[in-house]
């Protein structure tokens, strides 16, 4: 009886929690913001398509979420009595990102680029944009991009070092991935690599050559640990399959002597 109540109360909580988040996904109007902006024409409509294919899209993080202001009253949406922002100025917008990103805008302020902000220096749209924001990646880092405003020469540099990082990260990642698809425990390898991969993706906004450098070469000594361990796991895995050959070899020979042993004394 107590089971079957327990049962009966789990089904219970579980569309409790289930149905209501089923019932908004259905029914959830569009944001007042993207009703009224889609309509708009050049600047003011723009941002809505843009917006639609990005990682904060993907994310939920919606107009209001950057600009502030009230998603769900069309009359009073932009009103700054609810917390409407408005468009931030050149000089604003790492802060404005950096509420969310705050790590990124600790190193971003303490670069040669956060320097030089109002000042030539690119702020985050300058290499992100500002509504198609896609997932970050060392594409990122071009020709194109970065000779706005001078050479690609120490561009190319940090480049080429975090490339070498992320093939070793992309590669470990593949054999963690198989070791886990046959069953073995790689929780710990998964953790270390996470921490690592963390790690090596805050490197960028600090923009100094030397340090990256730096930094390259103490994350690619901790994946090389990471490496060994694989390594172990490897060979114990050969070490494995040898001794059961060896095992089967032994078995087929013994079978044959007795073959020929009862041959032998027919
Ligand atoms: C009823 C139509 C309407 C709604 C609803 C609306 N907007 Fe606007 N929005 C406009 C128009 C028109 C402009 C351009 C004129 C202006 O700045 O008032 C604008 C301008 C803006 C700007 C640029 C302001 C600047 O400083 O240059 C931003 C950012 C913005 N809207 C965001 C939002 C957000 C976020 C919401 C929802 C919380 C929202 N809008 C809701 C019509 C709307
Ligand atoms: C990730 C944060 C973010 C989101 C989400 C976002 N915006 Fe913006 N938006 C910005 C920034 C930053 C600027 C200032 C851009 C600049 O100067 O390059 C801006 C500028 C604008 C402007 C002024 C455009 C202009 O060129 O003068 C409008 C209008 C606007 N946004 C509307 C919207 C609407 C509508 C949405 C939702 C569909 C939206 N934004 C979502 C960050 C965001
Ligand atoms: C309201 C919080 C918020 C604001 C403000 C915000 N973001 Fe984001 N951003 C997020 C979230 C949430 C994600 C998705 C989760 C993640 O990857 O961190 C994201 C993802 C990103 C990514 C992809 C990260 C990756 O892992 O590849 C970039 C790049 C990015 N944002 C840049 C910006 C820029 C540039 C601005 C300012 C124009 C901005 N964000 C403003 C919340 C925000
Ligand atoms: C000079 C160009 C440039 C500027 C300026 C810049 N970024 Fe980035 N950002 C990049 C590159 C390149 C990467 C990819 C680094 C990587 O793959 O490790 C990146 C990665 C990111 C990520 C993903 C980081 C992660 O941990 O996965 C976020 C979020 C982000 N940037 C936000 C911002 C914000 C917010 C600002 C402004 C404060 C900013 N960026 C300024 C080029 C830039
Ligand atoms: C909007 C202009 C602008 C863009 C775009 C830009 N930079 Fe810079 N960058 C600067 C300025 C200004 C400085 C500081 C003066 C200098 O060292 O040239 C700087 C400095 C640097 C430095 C030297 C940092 C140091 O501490 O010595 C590196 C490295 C660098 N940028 C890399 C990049 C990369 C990589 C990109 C492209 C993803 C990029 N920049 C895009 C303006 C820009």
């Keep these: 009886m107590r089971h079957a109540n327990y049962v ?14 089923a019932v908004l996904a259905a029914e959830q109007p569009e944001i007042v913001c993207i009703q009224c902006h889609s309509t708009m024409p050049g600047k003011i409509g723009e941002p809505v398509n843009l917006w639609r294919g990005s990682v904060h899209a993907e994310n939920g993080i919606a107009c209001n979420a950057c600009h502030g202001g009230d998603p769900s009253d069309a009359a009073n949406a932009m009103s700054p009595a609810r917390g409407f922002l408005g468009a931030p100025k050149e000089k604003a917008i790492p802060a404005f990102c950096g509420r ?38 060392l594409d990122l880092i071009n020709e194109k991009s970065c000779t706005r ?12 070092a975090m490339q070498e990082t992320e093939a070793m990260i992309v590669g470990i990642d593949a054999r963690i991935k198989a070791y886990k698809a046959t069953g073995t425990d790689t929780d710990k390898l998964e953790k270390g690599l996470f921490a690592v991969r963390n790690r090596f993706h805050t490197l960028f906004h600090n923009v100094d050559v030397e340090m990256v450098k730096k930094e390259s070469t103490q994350i690619q000594a901790e994946l090389k640990k990471i490496e060994a361990v694989l390594q172990g796991l490897d060979d114990s895995r050969h070490k494995r399959k040898i001794a059961g050959a060896i095992v089967v070899a032994g078995a087929l020979l013994a079978a044959v002597f007795v073959h020929l042993l009862r041959k032998t004394y027919e």
Excluded: W
């Design 8 to 21: 009966m109360n789990t089904i219970v909580l579980l569309f409790s929690l289930i149905l209501p988040v």
């Design 149 to 160: 405003c001078h050479s690609f020469e120490r561009a190319r540099v940090i480049k080429a």
């Design 100 to 137: 969310c990103h705050v790590g990124v805008h600790t190193d971003y302020l303490a670069s040669a680029h956060g320097r030089a902000l109002g000042k030539g220096g690119p702020t985050c749209v300058t290499c992100h944009s500002n509504h198609q924001v896609l997932k970050a990646s």
